[in-house]
């Protein structure tokens, strides 16, 4: 569970609603505990976006899409495919996770592949939208329910990644949530209603 | 080639916190100064090149490269304030290596650019008390300080009025009062815990942290924005550091040259007229050597950064490093113990929440071994403050709870539990055997001898934890608090980035290197002001006393140039 003394903050005790950091790291132990190998040069310093090639095949993105769509979907704010949910997971598979990690989480792909198969016979894209969903409840029960392991379950990853990446979108901060990105002063007690949303950052 | 540049009135070693006030200070009182920053250049507003960015414009969106941290930042990347918005201001571990025992890791955290780390630091701005001046006396660990909180009083007051320090005033002999700008707020659930614990526990606190973001408009600087990501840089000068204040002040003296990209390989000494004479500088691009020549010196690299180049400032007078007569140079490496601690639940506050990020905590002041009356006997010496913060969780709670879905998303709309952590900041016994020397085969790519760091956490140290831990879930229960669970994540030394003592002043040439007014015995128009000069740490956080030592350690060296004495 994200908390406050969790190292993002940029003073050691200043207290944060999340803790993007502390959760990617969680997600880099997910995705398979030692990260050895190195992957990528690094981006320029700053604020350069950059064009990456991808770690995912078209299908298997596809697939991403989905299931992330499953975990937030469209109400009346867009979901996470409706802003690229998908496309974030490619891109930190490919740039931030060294190669076994990655077979990792492609393997964790494919297991919802083969759960499909077994409850309704066909790859999980074939299956019908509630049957998809009992496929992805099934997981996500499972998945809570065992107490914590070594290597943290991929649905647990896909989960966390989901999140950082739609609540770090455009769309997820400043529509579903609340952003304030130059606050200019802190009141430490307000009225909940005042706020009204979770706060973005 | 070597270039020789006119000689200046005085050389400072250093753009960091203290560099940067040795330099206010010394063109202040009309010396034409030469500032010698081993980093790049970086421009205060312009340089800040992530500062206005949103999440969804960071290349990962703020998350950054972990395979990319592990291979080069496997150290800076431990550090609460590295992110991606962030790593620009701190160093390359892979290009910039230090030796470390294997059983003895010490994490240094470095940002080599104008301004250092004051670009990066954590700003809290506490006072020292004759309980820590007098500490080392009492209980026979280290050297006696050759100074008292009455001599650094009025140069903490001196530099206070220009730092800008919110806080709020206390009256406690231990914790003394500054000037301070209107405090931040607590917030409901903080002010909730401080109920219960000054309820509980006479004699304990819990206050706002004194910190360098400016509440209000200071000296034509902030204020403070409430954004809470101090370390991107702030072009609106709302939290001090060299950049915003201390550098500008200088320029503004016309008296004032900067050399970036300059590292000092070592201190010039002349052995004829017993004098340090300038500095021996390797181009950190082109790696040609220059030197430069001054009347005076400032170190004011760095606590391991200083010790370096002091021992590697060999002459046949100083054979084991410049003004290290005493053997002591090196020696006595000492961090604050962090990294443990208590936290949990604030029951209820459902329907309340907080506008802006507030770029602090709030603090709970020493309440062991303050010599009072009928105080409880711990088992350790010295004592500990403790950092705390309350938050609601947010939307990454999800990621740790099942359930997927519109349920989910409508869940993460609201935001969660107030939660509230304590963290230890313990106070570590000065030290012979924790040591750094140079490596005797061993270079960077600049061939400067590599720093080997050897350095543990004692017996004490370990004490002081635990008691934190025991305390701070005590406190929290007391307050009412539920889900109460200890933390320790047993950081080694250098994590606290307070590192301090290898150089320390003393009475006595014989045990120390630095006089009462941080001039080197051996050597006196060499000063040393950075946290190397630390006889002791005290539990709080260093830097406030770091500038005040440095703008007293100027006054004493310009006074004694004027009656020659230099």
Known sequence: ?201 | MIVKDEPYDAIVVGSGITGGWAAKELTEKGLRTLVVERGRHVEHGAGYVTESLQPWQLPHRGQGEPALYERDYPIQSKNYAFSEATRHFFVNDREHPYVTPDAKPFRWIRGYQLGGRSLIWGRASWRWSDLDFEANLRDGYGVDWPIRYADLAPWYAHVERFVGVSGERLGLPHLPDGEFLPPWEMNCAERAVQRGIERAFRGRHMTITRVANLTRPHLGRGPCQARNQCARGCSFSGYFSSLSATLPAARLTGRLTVVTDAIVHSVIYDEQRDRAVGVCVIDAKTKATREYFGRIIFLCASTLATAQILLNSQSARFPTGLANSSGEVGHNVMDHISKAGARGTVPGLEDKYVYGRRPTGTYIPRFRNLGRPGEAKVGFLRGYGIQAGASREGWARGADEPGLGVALKERLREPGPWQISLQGYGECLPRHENYVDLDPTRTDQWGIPLLRVNCAWGENERAVREDVKTQAAEMLEAAGCTSVETWDDDGPPGFSVHEMGTARMGKDPKTSVLNSHNQAHDVPNLFVTDGACMASTSCVNPSLTYMALTVRAVDHAVSELQRRNL
Request: hydrophobic letters at 40%; glycine letters at 8%; a neutral charge.
């Open chain 1, 1 to 201: 569970m994200p908390r406050p003394d969790s190292p993002t903050a940029d003073s050691p005790n200043a207290p944060r609603t999340i803790d993007r950091r502390e959760a990617l790291r969680r997600a880099a132990l997910m995705l398979g505990g030692v990260i050895s190998a190195p992957v990528i040069a690094g981006v320029l310093a700053g604020c350069q976006g950059r064009r990456h090639s991808g770690a995912l095949s078209s299908e298997q993105l596809e697939l991403v899409a989905t299931i992330a769509d499953h975990i937030l979907p469209e109400t009346d704010t867009p979901g996470a495919r409706a802003v690229g949910v998908h496309q974030f997971v490619d891109a930190m598979l490919a740039e931030g996770y060294a190669g076994p990690d990655r077979a990792r989480f492609i393997a964790g792909l494919a297991d919802v592949d083969a759960r499909a198969r077994a409850a309704c016979g066909r790859p999980f894209l074939e299956c019908a939208r509630e049957q998809q969903r009992t496929v992805l409840d099934h997981l996500d029960r499972e998945t809570f329910a065992r107490p914590a392991r070594s290597a943290p379950p991929f649905f647990r990853t896909f989960k966390e990644l989901t999140l950082v990446g739609y609540y770090t979108s455009e769309v997820g901060a400043t529509r579903e949530l609340r952003h304030a990105p130059v606050p200019g002063r802190y009141d430490g007690c307000v009225p909940l209603a005042q706020i009204g949303r979770t706060w973005a950052v």
